[in-house]
Structure formats: structure tokens, C-alpha cells
């Protein structure tokens, strides 16, 4: 096939390209850099299946123009925001870098006929829903992140393009995902900090918000392996792990890693580490597992994995 | 109070302006007359209690100089696109005129510390239900047209401003609303059309497309009451009646109050109007119900009334 992966550079997006090439299909990846880097795409210059584009997505006619070149069987959607910490300061990036990029990139697939869509949704679409394991059903959606608003828009805006225009969509929502690339978010912040400084690490909270935390490596195995079985209309799925690791484990985890001994957490406390932040979530995922598809590795597994792998 | 009614010279604004006033509040009015009309607003002008400005609620430093002037205790979120059959052939107009309209008027609200906020949301949120009685904890939502993907879009925006922001908002999801002041829509076009030629009318799809209709006065009534009770957080209601409205019980009920006998209806064939359309719905409004809402008049009702009153 001839893919584009929208956002190609970033942490998911560029280990999705990995695994595409790897399958033989020609990818044709677009970024502008705003979180995405150099450094992530740089193995696949003089590749001859790979065409990188430094563009903004937000920019409808040289986004069309790529689409008139490209002729595009299956586009991924994975061009957002992804720093909800950065956004909670200024809401305006995810109207501009996560909903603005979902109708533009959905206007060219409706006016070229491109009939394939793969969207990276978010399990902040569902916002605070403690002491309970979220289905893809439960109710109500409410975002307390603007990523997480966005996200949502985002599949609004997909909801009706895949009726109004026959486009098959796999959504899968994502649990925070680590793994070689990480470039942020709470373990490649405590890795820094604690090469910093070996004898103390400031965690924000009370380090018990406790989250679902995702190999890479098991997400674009998803990707890949449910890719090929799209369906007409939308199929969206919760994807992820049913385990948690605490903020205070992860560090614990990556002190034991780094061979630290007797650090001393200093909790800004509260409960959440900032507003907006989803201090606990946990998933239902019988739906994915029904389909035959299982994590690999456990929460704690996967961040001592990646704790590994970014040390 | 002071209050914005955003889309105030729209057809729903415009009777919501009017009630305002006559509660003794000082409002102001941004319209852009994209779909609002000079006509709906000109009763009020000389009225010292009225304040427009004819501006793009997109142009986010005109209207965040609206906001340094005026000092709204509540904004009355009304501005969107509600020309469904337009938008379905030329999507950007949701996107720019009903889920851009919500970002900048919440980023004013922000940025201004406004805490309280209506919003116009709509049952074509929810998408296609057919046999249903939907409630508001209905799932999943998954609008089939541009319009309620633009409105879903905004109700996550909203949830996680509201959050972030500490703003209280009411939230009504409204069906068809009809009434005076009316500029499209199934009981315009009749009526327009019959005016022409008294003996055939055109109708879309088969005629047996189905939805619950609603007077102005009676969602306006709903507004102005529930918004003295508003709460922290976001409450949201179902706004409408139970019964529905065939289209060609439609067009019978105009034919009979224009005297009209023995006119041939031509069916288009299919079953929505146009694609987009949700041909068939019904509500469950037990939650608005137990709060102490109900409609004066059935949709049948409603329709003869509407037809009385722009014929």
C-alpha cells in the first residue's frame, strides 16, 4: 500500500513507520516538528519507499498538494499534541495541533476519496472515572484535559466523514505509551532529573495517581496486526493494559534501574500533578482481547522495559 | 446580569434575546449574519438595554475586546451554522462557524474569568437511533453529519474548560425547534414552495422521515428557567418532546392550514432527506421532566402552531 503517517515523526508515529516499511509498503510521512524530531525519522533517509514532508498539516493547500502527488491507500492519523502538561498552560495548541490537524487531514481524504483511516484517540477522552475499569461504552465522555477535548472532537469529526464519504476507520484509545523515543512525560523526566541529582527527586502529587502504562512495541503490533481486517464505518477500541503502576513505583522502578539507593521523594502534594491530569484510570479491554489481541508486557513490566531502554 | 448571547440574531437567539430583556437583563449581541438576520433584531434597536456588534466570533481580538468592555456574567452560546443540508455538501462551514465559534468564546471566557455558560447542543450528537428512545446517557455518540460532529466536538471542549476553568455551563441537546422568526428548514420550504405552486410539492425521501418538533417559546422557557439554578460543573439536559412528526404529516398539516386540497406530493424516494439526515427520532426526557420541564405543545402541535404563525 502507499501510507501516510500524519505525524510520522514523533515518538508512536515513527516506530509505526518502522513496522510499515518493514511490511513492504511505500510510507510517506508528514511533520512539522513541533514535537516531533529529526533524530526519530534520521535511520530512514536514502530508504526509497520512505518520502518525508516538513510541513504543517494545518496548511490545507500544501496538504492537498501532497494528497494530488501521493494517491494515498491508508492514511494514519497520529498528528497531535501529545505535552497535555504544555496545553493545560495554553489550550490553543490542541485546537490548532490535535483538532485542526484531524478536519484537515479528514478534508483531503474527502476530497481525494481516500477511503482508510487509522486515528490514535486517547483513554483522556473519558476523563475522571475512578474505581471504575472503562469500556469503550461507558458513559459519559467527559474530558477534563483540552487534549483530551480534542481528541474527542476528533472523533466526532470522524464519526460523521466515515458516513458522509464511506471512509473505514480503526480508532483505537490510547493508555499513556512509553518505549524508546519517549522524549516526555513522567519517566524520561525522572531519568533526567535523577542523572541531575542522585540524592533527591521532587514528584508532583502524592504520588499514588496511578495510570495504565503501554509498550510501544505492543501498541504498533495492534496497529499493524488490526490494520488489515478494517471494516466499513468505524471500529474503535480501547487499547492497553488492565494493570496500573503508581507514580511513587515508577520511581522506585527507575532508582533500582539506576542502582540509587535511600533518594529521597520530596511529594509536592494533592492528588492529581496538575489540573487536568487524570490522577487514576484503569481500562475494560475485553473488546481488544475478544479480538485476539493481548499486551505483552504488564504496566510495571513495560516501565521497567522502557526504563532500560532510555537509561 | 450582564450577558452575551452569541448568535443573537439567529432565529433561536433572537426570541432567547427577547426573554432576556424582558427579565431586566442588559445584553449584548455578536452576529456575524451568517444565518442571523438584521430583520430578527431590528424590534430592539433604540432599546437601551441592547448592545450589538455585527463581528466574527472567530476574530479572537475583536472579540476579546468585546469582553475587556463589556464584563458578561453569562454567555448564551447560540452562534453556529444550523443549515445542516448546506454544511453536508461544504464541511468546512462547521468547522469554521460551529466548533471554532465554541474554542474562541470559551478562550474569551478564560482569559475574562466568566464563569457561566449555556451552550446549544443537539440531538444529531448522538447520530442514528433508529427504535430508540434517546436519553442522555445514550452511546454510543456518533453523529452522521457535519453539524453533530461540530456540536459533539464542542461539548468536549466545553467539559474540559468548564474543569479547568471552574465555569459552570447548562447544556441542552435540542431536536428540530420551530417557531416564528423561522428562515429554513422542512416548514419553510413548504411553505415557500406551496406559495408558488399550490398544486404539487416536492418531498424529499419517502415522506415517513420522523422527528420530534418543538416550539421556540418552549426551549427559550426552558433556558431562562433552568439558568438560575445553574451548577458547578456541567449539567445536561435532553430538551424537547416525545412525539414526533412525519414529513408528510408535515406537509398535510400545512396543505390543510393553507386550505389547499388534492395537492400531488412527489417523493424523491430513500430513506432520509439527504445524506447527513437522521431520518428517524425519538427522545427520552425523563431527566428534564423530573427537573419540572414540559412542553406546552405535542410536535404535531407545534407544527400547526409554526405553520399559523409563518404562513
Same mark, same amino acid.
Given at each position: 500500500?502507499?501510507?501516510?503517517?500524519?505525524?510520522? /515523526?514523533?515518538?508512536?508515529?515513527?516506530?509505526?513507520?518502522?513496522?510499515?516499511?518493514?511490511?513492504?509498503?511505500?510510507?510517506?510521512?508528514?511533520?512539522? !516538528?513541533?514535537?516531533?524530531?529529526?533524530?526519530?525519522?534520521?535511520?530512514?533517509?536514502?530508504?526509497?519507499? !520512505?518520502?518525508?514532508?516538513?510541513?504543517?498539516?494545518?496548511?490545507?493547500?500544501?496538504?492537498? /498538494?501532497?494528497?494530488?502527488?501521493?494517491? !494515498?491507500?491508508?492514511?494514519?492519523?497520529?498528528?497531535?499534541?501529545?505535552?497535555?502538561?504544555?496545553?493545560?498552560?495554553?489550550?490553543?495548541?490542541?485546537?490548532?495541533?490535535?483538532?485542526? @490537524?484531524?478536519?484537515?487531514?479528514?478534508?483531503?481524504?474527502? @476530497?481525494?476519496?481516500?477511503?482508510?483511516?487509522?486515528?490514535?484517540?486517547?483513554? /483522556?477522552?473519558?476523563? &475522571?472515572?475512578?474505581?471504575?475499569?472503562? /469500556?469503550?461504552?461507558?458513559?459519559?465522555?467527559?474530558?477534563?484535559?483540552?487534549?483530551?477535548?480534542?481528541?474527542?472532537?476528533?472523533?466526532?469529526?470522524?464519526?460523521?466523514?466515515?458516513?458522509?464519504?464511506?471512509?473505514?476507520?480503526?480508532?483505537?484509545?490510547?493508555?499513556?505509551?512509553?518505549?524508546?523515543?519517549?522524549?516526555?512525560?513522567?519517566?524520561?523526566?525522572?531519568?533526567?532529573?535523577?542523572?541531575?541529582?542522585?540524592?533527591?527527586? @521532587?514528584?508532583?502529587?502524592?504520588?499514588?495517581?496511578?495510570?495504565?502504562?503501554?509498550?510501544?512495541?505492543?501498541?504498533?503490533?495492534?496497529?499493524?496486526? !488490526?490494520?488489515?481486517?478494517?471494516?466499513?464505518?468505524?471500529?474503535?477500541?480501547?487499547?492497553?493494559?488492565?494493570?496500573?503502576?503508581?507514580?511513587?513505583?515508577?520511581?522506585?522502578?527507575?532508582?533500582?534501574?539506576?542502582?540509587?539507593?535511600?533518594?529521597?521523594?520530596?511529594? @509536592?502534594?494533592?492528588?492529581?500533578?496538575?489540573?487536568?491530569?487524570?490522577?487514576?484510570?484503569?481500562?475494560?479491554?475485553?473488546?481488544?482481547?475478544?479480538?485476539?489481541?493481548?499486551?505483552?508486557?504488564?504496566?510495571? &513490566?513495560?516501565?521497567?522495559?522502557?526504563? &532500560?531502554?532510555?537509561?
Amino acid at each position: 500500500m502507499n501510507v501516510l503517517v500524519a505525524g510520522g /515523526a514523533g515518538f508512536i508515529g515513527s516506530h509505526l513507520i518502522d513496522a510499515l516499511l518493514a511490511e513492504g509498503h511505500r510510507v510517506v510521512c508528514i511533520d512539522n !516538528f513541533f514535537i516531533g524530531t529529526k533524530k526519530n525519522i534520521e535511520h530512514l533517509s536514502g530508504n526509497p519507499k !520512505f518520502t518525508f514532508y516538513e510541513q504543517n498539516i494545518c496548511d490545507q493547500d500544501a496538504l492537498s /498538494a501532497v494528497f494530488d502527488k501521493e494517491n !494515498f491507500d491508508f492514511v494514519f492519523h497520529l498528528a497531535a499534541n501529545s505535552d497535555i502538561q504544555a496545553s493545560a498552560k495554553n489550550p490553543p495548541i490542541e485546537y490548532h495541533n490535535t483538532y485542526s @490537524t484531524t478536519f484537515h487531514l479528514l478534508e483531503c481524504m474527502r @476530497t481525494h476519496q481516500v477511503k482508510k483511516l487509522f486515528f490514535a484517540s486517547t483513554s /483522556a477522552v473519558y476523563g &475522571e472515572k475512578e474505581g471504575e475499569h472503562v /469500556a469503550e461504552t461507558t458513559t459519559p465522555l467527559e474530558p477534563i484535559s483540552y487534549y483530551g477535548a480534542a481528541k474527542l472532537g476528533s472523533e466526532g469529526l470522524i464519526s460523521a466523514y466515515s458516513y458522509m464519504n464511506r471512509i473505514s476507520v480503526l480508532i483505537f484509545r490510547f493508555p499513556n505509551v512509553i518505549g524508546p523515543r519517549l522524549t516526555h512525560g513522567v519517566i524520561f523526566d525522572f531519568v533526567k532529573r535523577l542523572k541531575e541529582n542522585p540524592k533527591e527527586l @521532587t514528584i508532583l502529587g502524592d504520588g499514588t495517581q496511578s495510570k495504565p502504562y503501554m509498550h510501544v512495541f505492543d501498541l504498533v503490533r495492534g496497529i499493524i496486526t !488490526f490494520k488489515d481486517g478494517i471494516q466499513e464505518g468505524i471500529t474503535l477500541y480501547n487499547i492497553g493494559v488492565e494493570t496500573q503502576t503508581s507514580v511513587t513505583r515508577i520511581a522506585d522502578i527507575i532508582c533500582g534501574k539506576m542502582g540509587l539507593e535511600n533518594v529521597k521523594y520530596r511529594y @509536592t502534594g494533592g492528588r492529581g500533578g496538575w489540573r487536568g491530569d487524570v490522577p487514576v484510570f484503569a481500562y475494560n479491554l475485553d473488546k481488544i482481547h475478544s479480538a485476539g489481541w493481548q499486551a505483552t508486557w504488564t504496566s510495571d &513490566e513495560t516501565v521497567a522495559k522502557t526504563v &532500560e531502554e532510555v537509561i
